[in-house]
């Protein structure tokens, strides 16, 4: 099955402790993006990646971090977690991003800092 | 300058009904892309439609369909005869050179529907 795929689905943790959000796809897809999704907000892009060691800054990359070694792994770091990083994560991943190319999400994480 | 302006915040709809979700954008590029997703209570967001800015004919997915008004703007779904399962929040997103391709999201809209 053609999926997106995100660890943990949710996760509370305190301030500063560095935590790893995976997220894998197993489309062969070139692109793939992380966003936030906060009430009221709509999603806010985090970092996106166009192919394998790509990786470019959306609108809200400060206090992340993403690496793209693999085509099919896309994973959000946080180093030192703030409560404002509470939040709603998705991934998501697209076979490339030009014309009615969909994104594909993955199921979401729940994060809360505390 | 807002890109993407949904304007309705909530709307309750009366099961059978059709619906129409209100997406106004903002692009002075010729060419781009419009999205519709739903995001049930589940959580999980759900492509739903599409519409290119050179397409001829407004965009349609069984229940969906897109009203598409170029000049003003505007990226409306709609979704006749609505079904409890139609409950969600519904996001309109678009995709231009502007954004370097990315897709910018409108702030979404709640959708109730009554039975």
């Known amino acids: 099955e053609a999926q997106v795929t995100q660890n943990p689905r949710y996760l509370i943790t305190v301030t500063g402790k560095k935590l790893t959000v995976t997220c894998s796809q197993n489309?062969?897809?070139?692109?793939m993006s992380w966003y936030r999704q906060d009430p009221g907000l709509g999603l806010r892009q985090i970092y996106y990646?166009?192919?394998?060691?790509?990786?470019d800054k959306g609108d809200v990359p400060e206090g992340y971090k993403v690496s793209r070694k693999e085509k099919r792994n896309f994973p959000l770091i946080l180093e030192s977690p703030s409560p404002n990083q509470t939040s709603l994560y998705f991934c998501?991943?697209?076979?490339?991003?030009?014309?009615?190319?969909?994104?594909?999400f993955g199921p979401g994480t729940r994060l809360t800092v505390t | 300058a807002q890109k993407i302006t949904q304007t309705q915040p909530g709307m309750f709809v009366q099961e059978k009904e059709a619906v129409t979700l209100d997406c106004t954008y903002d692009?002075?590029?010729?060419?781009?892309?419009l999205f519709w997703y739903k995001q049930p209570s589940s959580g999980e967001m759900i492509f739903l439609i599409y519409?290119?800015?050179?397409d001829q004919q407004n965009a349609t997915e069984g229940r969906y369909s897109l009203n598409f008004q170029k000049a003003r703007k505007s990226a409306n779904l709609v979704i006749s005869a609505s079904q409890l399962g139609d409950s969600a929040m519904y996001f309109c997103?678009?995709?231009?050179?502007?954004?370097?391709?990315?897709?910018?999201w409108g702030a979404g809209t709640k959708l109730i529907i009554k039975p």
């Open positions: 519409q290119g800015s050179y």
């Open positions: 997103a678009m995709r231009d050179v502007d954004s370097n391709y990315q897709l910018i």
């Open positions: 692009t002075s590029d010729p060419s781009y892309g």
């Open positions: 990646s166009m192919n394998v060691e790509v990786t």
């Open positions: 998501a991943s697209s076979l490339s991003i030009a014309g009615v190319s969909e994104q594909y």
């Open positions: 489309m062969n897809h070139e692109y």
